[in-house]
């Protein structure tokens, strides 16, 4: 059942809890600064049941809680929205995906692990020629007897190199039929012919994001997601209710993100003197600080009604959209100008402002492109082509 109100309050208090003392600011900007994170700070966000929220009860989780776990991303991303990537990579690409679209044995296999922490999956759609058009998939997958077999590359598949598996959609007939020969496996990271080198990003520094090969990579059968049966089956997958939750994770990411570099603009408006007065005085960055927090809360409630229509079980991938759309547009936007409100202080690497808006940068690029959300509400919405 889902968290009420109150429940979701204490949900964030607890949280907040936590991250002061697993990962207190100081820290955060050491993650940054070294691109690592320690993977096993998983585990304590595992011991205090956020990670139970992807799970259903019958495989040791707390029941499944859309709502629940947006709050716990945008409460994380706060802090730092790489750490709510690492529990992402837990509680949506291993448990939503294998609780919604895996087998019996997949199901009693991981879940139990994402309830308690320590399961890490790796997304991997992007291939080098494959960004937006994913039905173009090139990274080629064959059943040979009770295995399948696995030749291609992946692309800015984050986390790989510290993931138990990586949850891989694979061309698994002749490309020319696009949508109907595609497949998910599962690939643990540690099979033979898994190679991987990292690649250096301006923003979410701390979770590796990561070039993958696969040479003859040899995984069993049971390994295609939902089981053998589900081969060719992995657009419907893809498109399935698990996207609304895809499209909507980053989107409370963005939201943590956005309402950290409001508080630090704010704030730093009424420490800051000009003039002889606190620049929160100048009417310009009065209307600054005033203009950002209302389009902040536009985003608040845009994604609480989304929330809501997902929790309802309402048609929302048109509202997903649409959140993903305006929240990654806005609060890039939003950043920016905190940053302005900062001065030179927000250009510093002394202070977290600068973080925020390097991190700032990928809202609109990944978890589904500004492009990408434009096209498909026209699509949903039935907008003629010609
Ligand atoms: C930090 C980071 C982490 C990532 N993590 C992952 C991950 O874990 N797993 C994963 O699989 N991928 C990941 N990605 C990849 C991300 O999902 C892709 O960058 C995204 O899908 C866009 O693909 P692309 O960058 O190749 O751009 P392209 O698809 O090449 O697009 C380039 C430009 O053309 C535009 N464009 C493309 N097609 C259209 C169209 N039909 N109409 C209008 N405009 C269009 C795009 O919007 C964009 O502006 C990550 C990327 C980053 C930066």
Partial sequence: MAMNPEELEQLR??????????????????????????????????????????????????????????????EVARRSIMLAGLIVQCTNYAGLNIGELGSEAQKREYLPRVANGTLIFALGLSEPNVGADLASVETRAEIRGDKVIINGAKRWCS???????????????????????????????????????????????????????????????????????????????????????????????????????????????????????????????????????????????????????????????VQTSMTKLYLSETIRDIVIQCQQVMGAYGYSEDFDMERYVRDAMVLPIFGGSTAVQKNNIASLMRLPKS
């Fill in 159 to 317: 986390g790989a190199e510290i993931a138990d598996c990586i949850y891989a959609l694979v061309r698994s007939g002749p490309v020319s039929e696009r949508y109907k020969n595609l497949s998910f496996v599962i690939i643990p990271r540690d099979t033979k012919g898994v190679s991987m080198t990292a690649t250096g990003t301006m923003g979410m520094r701390g979770g590796p994001t990561n070039d993958v090969v696969f040479e003859d990579v040899e995984i069993p059968i049971e390994n295609i997601l939902g089981g053998p049966d589900c081969w060719n089956k992995g657009w419907s997958q893809l498109a399935g209710p698990t996207l609304e939750t895809e499209k909507l994770s980053p989107s409370a990411m963005a939201l943590g993100l956005g309402e950290a570099a409001v508080e630090a603009a704010w704030n730093y408006a009424q420490e800051r003197s000009q003039f002889g007065i606190k620049i929160c005085g100048h009417q310009a960055v009065r209307h600054t600080l005033a203009d950002v927090q209302t389009r902040l809360q536009t985003c608040r409630l845009m994604l609480k009604e989304s929330a809501a229509m997902l929790d309802r079980g309402e048609p929302s991938a």
């Fill in 13 to 74: 208090d607890s949280l907040r809890a936590l991250l002061d003392e697993i990962a207190p600011v100081e820290k955060v900007r050491e993650w940054d600064r070294a691109d690592h994170v320690p993977p096993e700070i998983l585990q304590r966000f595992g011991e205090l049941g956020v990670t139970a929220l992807a799970v259903d009860e019958e495989y040791g989780g707390l029941g499944r809680d859309v709502s629940a776990l947006l709050v716990v991303l945008q």
